[in-house]
């Protein structure tokens, strides 16, 4: 089992929509978890932390299960900007865990 | 000002050959790390520092050696270049919450390493 797994993708949808992504991992001992964004031929950058209680930035919201070990990000009203990859990311201590990635692709 | 910087930006080399990569941050960070990014583009940390002590090592070559003259830099050497190592390698800082576990990570622009 991978330690971050994340839906393959591609998500391809229409301007406006919401879509939504999930991510799992192994490790139960994990202290930290991030959604990171990246660019075609860019460095990763931080989208958002995701916190227990759940938390919101604008047009994303991510949300946390640490008793099913699962991660979710949720994004309303997709601008043509919002392409891209999203990598869900866990932490424990020093070491950090990404996921493959999923991509994003918004449409006019 | 950048926040995580790395050199060179691109990287061309034959086979055998011995090359480094060097990365500064300006962020006062104590954690820096390494990643290598294959061409299916799945992002894996190799390294991890704390003040210049080497806390993380996966399973990398042990051609591939880093270097952390202080803090504030992390460079990372590789002796007898393969064609597997063509990637886009990545360096990255954070410091550790009090509550435990790392906070946000800062990545540099990368560098495209291609090995012929």
């Known amino acids: 089992r991978k330690e971050v797994e994340q839906d393959p993708g591609p998500f391809n949808v229409p301007e406006g929509a919401t879509v939504a992504f999930n991510c799992t991992y192994s490790?139960?001992?994990?202290?930290?978890f991030f959604w990171y964004r990246q660019d075609c031929r860019k460095e990763p950058k931080l989208l958002m932390s995701?916190?227990?209680s759940g938390n919101e930035d604008g047009r994303f919201t991510a949300q946390l299960n640490r008793a099913s070990q699962y991660i979710s990000l949720l994004i309303r009203d997709s601008k043509l900007s919002d392409s891209a990859t999203y990598l869900c990311?866990?932490?424990?201590?020093?070491?950090?865990?990404f996921g493959a990635g999923t991509r994003l692709t918004v449409k006019p | 000002d950048t926040a995580v910087s790395q050199t060179p930006k691109y990287l061309v080399t034959q086979m055998g050959n011995d090359k480094s990569i060097k990365c500064e941050q300006n962020?006062?960070?104590?954690?820096m790390y390494w990643y290598k990014q294959d061409s299916k583009k799945f992002l894996k940390i190799m390294f991890s520092?704390?003040?210049?002590?080497?806390?993380i090592n996966e399973t990398v070559p042990n051609r591939f050696s880093p270097k952390s003259p202080d803090k504030a830099h992390l460079n990372l050497h590789i002796n007898s270049l393969e064609l597997g190592d063509s990637a886009v390698y990545f360096c990255?800082?954070?410091?550790?919450?009090?509550?435990?576990?790392?906070?946000?990570?800062?990545f540099g622009p990368g560098t495209r390493l291609t090995v012929l």
């Open positions: 490790n139960s001992a994990s202290q930290s």
């Open positions: 990255a800082s954070s410091r550790l919450r009090l509550a435990g576990g790392s906070d946000t990570q800062y």
């Open positions: 962020l006062g960070h104590d954690t």
């Open positions: 520092y704390n003040n210049k002590e080497l806390i």
């Open positions: 990311v866990v932490n424990l201590s020093y070491d950090m865990r």
């Open positions: 995701v916190y227990s």
